[in-house]
């Protein structure tokens, strides 16, 4: 929406007050089709800049490169845009609280938090929402028949969105290629992430550790192992176990849920998370390709081969905010907490405590010899 000032002229069609420069486009939306056509796939566009940042998308012509990574963008706006995650740069800041963002839209996102209006309301059960988007998110929970379907499978989706996502599995077709090496994909996003592996300096900082990680999602999750459990606000509603961020929760909840769709194509064992399963498939692998350099001793997965560098460099990365005890693991440090919260699994014989299932099975033992 364009603000008013002296400058601003009323559009004759809709009454809008419009910025004089910007007049000339607002109004070719009232009066027809735009002027500028892409010769290649004929869609059609309001300025000449526009049609000229779109045509990159059939030439594949990113000019604007990155001096720190070696990324490279279609506009010099996406190059700064994209900048941001190595200098750490947030310019715009709510003025209600202290947190700040990379641009206005992702401010005036934020800022609806801070609202108490709820000016969306559903139809069915009249519950309101402050945003529009969670209030069509939350109108699907209404509709038994989902509308949109597979051809190819006949699985059924309730967005045309998620169907489009699951239509890659079908295709043979892998057009978006890696710039560093010869791997292909089916989803630009997987190939972003993918491009990242072959990016030498690692970009994102764990605020508390000083960490680094070549991705925003791995920092991100890396530093909820920070977090003690006075912090984890988001409660499951099925247990009460309580975690740090919503994606946590989602993932937490397949356990409730016992749900399983990804298969193993060997052994046919399911699994609740894509992760999990690509893990387990080394399991049949005789390959290790992770080797620790200071004893040779040889692992099937990264995650292992990390967690046995520890017993050469004595680190202890995860901190109880209870008490001066560190681990090794995030496993470990959970384990530990229990014992701060009074939650304990007592052996049936003898009265002894254990922090961990795993432990009190191992005691069982003792009574039985």
Not at 99 to 108: M, V
Not at 155 to 173: D, E, M, R, S
Request: aromatic fraction near 8%.
């Amino acid at each position: 929406m364009h603000s008013a000032s002296k400058n601003n002229i009323q559009c004759k069609y809709c009454s809008t007050k419009i910025p004089a420069t910007s007049l000339k486009v607002h109004i070719q939306r009232h009066v027809g089709e735009p002027p500028f056509r892409c010769d290649v796939c004929e869609k059609t566009f309001t300025t000449k800049d526009i049609l000229k940042v779109h045509t990159m998308r059939h030439t594949g012509e990113r000019p604007f490169r990155c001096q720190l990574c070696e990324g490279t963008c279609k506009t010099k706006d996406q190059l700064r845009r994209h900048d941001m995650p190595h200098t750490g740069e947030r310019p715009v800041k709510c003025q209600f609280c202290e947190k700040s963002f990379k641009n206005k839209q992702n401010l005036k996102d934020h800022i609806i938090s801070h609202s108490v209006e709820r000016k969306f309301r559903c139809d069915i059960c009249e519950k309101t929402f402050k945003r529009k988007q969670c209030l069509k998110n939350h109108i699907l929970l209404h509709i038994t028949e989902r509308s949109f379907c597979c051809v190819i499978c006949d699985k059924i989706f309730k967005t045309k969105h998620n169907l489009k996502q699951h239509a890659v599995c079908h295709t043979t077709g892998r057009p978006f290629q890696c710039q560093f090496c010869e791997k292909t994909f089916t989803r630009k996003v997987c190939v972003n992430k993918h491009e990242m592996l072959h990016v030498t300096e690692q970009i994102f900082r764990c605020r508390i550790c000083e960490k680094n990680f070549k991705s925003k999602v791995q920092c991100k999750k890396h530093e909820e192992s920070h977090i003690g459990p006075a912090k984890r606000t988001i409660l499951c509603d099925v247990c009460d176990k309580t975690f740090a961020s919503k994606a946590s929760l989602q993932k937490h909840k397949i356990i409730h849920t016992g749900e399983r769709p990804f298969v193993c194509d060997v052994c046919q064992k399911s699994f609740g998370r894509s992760d999990v399963l690509k893990h387990h498939k080394r399991l049949h692998a005789e390959e290790k390709p992770y080797s620790c350099s200071l004893c040779d001793k040889r692992f099937k997965q990264k995650q292992c081969l990390k967690i046995h560098s520890r017993t050469h460099t004595g680190e202890r990365p995860y901190a109880c905010q209870l008490c001066p005890w560190k681990f090794k693991t995030s496993g470990s440090l959970r384990i530990h907490e229990k014992w701060h919260f009074g939650k304990t699994y007592d052996c049936e014989k003898c009265g002894k405590k254990f922090a961990s299932p795993s432990g009190l099975s191992k005691h069982r033992a003792v009574h039985t010899l």
